[in-house]
């Protein structure tokens, strides 16, 4: 087995570890230093900021199972090479709140080092995803003939 095999498969690991919440089993698939980032607007999502190691990615991943009572993905798109996963991921979310769900598409990329991630960066519509976890539209209003800001 190559290790793209290898590494497409601890990605998928990782995937149904977290889905599962099964966070000691996700986490067990990181490096101690393991380094994750998104790129979303901390401002409206705050737990969504960069994590360093395990404690604050293990936080951050409680944070999302505490607002969401079921997470289910899909991957349309895996792509390894060496020790790098590509993953274009449709990510599911139902709110506990109101059981609305939430739909996101990401880009992620996930770099190995012996075997376990060590590093992770999300890229997301985080507009779309503002839209949605506030359910509303945000953005410019135009009165009139000029615009302002909702």
């Not at 590494?7 to 000691?24: F, K, T, W």
């Not at 190691?53 to 607002?67: A, I, N, P, Y």
Request: aromatic share 8%.
């Amino acid at each position: 087995m190559t290790v793209e095999t290898l590494n497409r498969q601890r990605v998928l690991h990782l995937l149904d570890a977290i889905a599962g919440s099964d966070l000691q089993a996700a986490l067990s698939c990181c490096t101690d230093d393991v380094d994750f980032l998104t790129h979303a607007p901390i401002d409206v999502l705050p737990h969504m900021g960069p994590c360093h190691g395990k404690k604050e990615l293990g936080e951050f991943w409680r944070t999302v199972q505490e607002r969401y009572a079921e997470i289910r993905y899909e991957v349309p798109q895996i792509v390894a090479e060496g020790d790098t996963v590509a993953a274009y991921l449709r990510v599911f979310f139902r709110k506990r709140s109101n059981d609305r769900i939430i739909q996101v598409d990401m880009a992620v990329f996930y770099t190995f080092r012996n075997g376990q991630v060590a590093q992770i960066r999300e890229i997301i519509d985080s507009f779309d995803l503002v839209q949605q976890v506030l359910e509303r539209e945000i953005g410019p209003l135009i009165v009139g003939d000029r615009v302002d800001r909702a």
